[in-house]
């Protein structure tokens, strides 16, 4: 019903700053949660960020509080992380999920995935 897309993604040397944007399709993207997860290398899919169809609500990994943060645009149909102070521990590839059910830090709540953008921080 939905499809995402991410891009944004790059090489940025640690402290640095990123955007990554989520560009959805269809007429129903507001009432889709939203969410972000990064996966590196040898490791499991991780949450995040999330945000609720109208932008009210916001979730954080404790790893990414204070640094990240997350926002939408209904208007657009595109959802939007921005990444400040990044380390080189942010470094994997970015998901972008939309979901109407489940928890919104699960990826067992998202129905809908994007193709992943590349993430590196360099120390």
């Known amino acids: 019903q939905v499809h995402v897309v991410e891009s944004g993604g790059g090489l940025v040397q640690a402290g640095g700053s990123l955007r990554l944007s989520c560009a959805a399709s269809?007429?129903?993207?507001?009432?889709?949660?939203m969410g972000w997860f990064r996966q590196a290398p040898g490791k499991e899919r991780e949450f995040v960020a999330a945000?609720?169809?109208?932008?009210?609500?916001?979730y954080y990994a404790d790893s990414v509080k204070g640094r990240f943060t997350i926002s939408r645009d209904n208007d657009k149909n595109t959802m939007y992380l921005q990444m400040n102070s990044l380390k080189p521990e942010d470094t994997a590839v970015y998901f972008c999920?939309?979901?109407?059910?489940?928890?919104?830090?699960?990826?067992?709540?998202?129905?809908?995935w994007g193709q992943g953008t590349q993430v590196t921080v360099s120390s």
């Open positions: 269809g007429r129903t993207f507001s009432r889709y949660r």
């Open positions: 945000i609720s169809f109208g932008g009210g609500n916001t």
């Open positions: 999920a939309a979901g109407a059910n489940g928890g919104p830090k699960y990826t067992s709540g998202y129905d809908y």
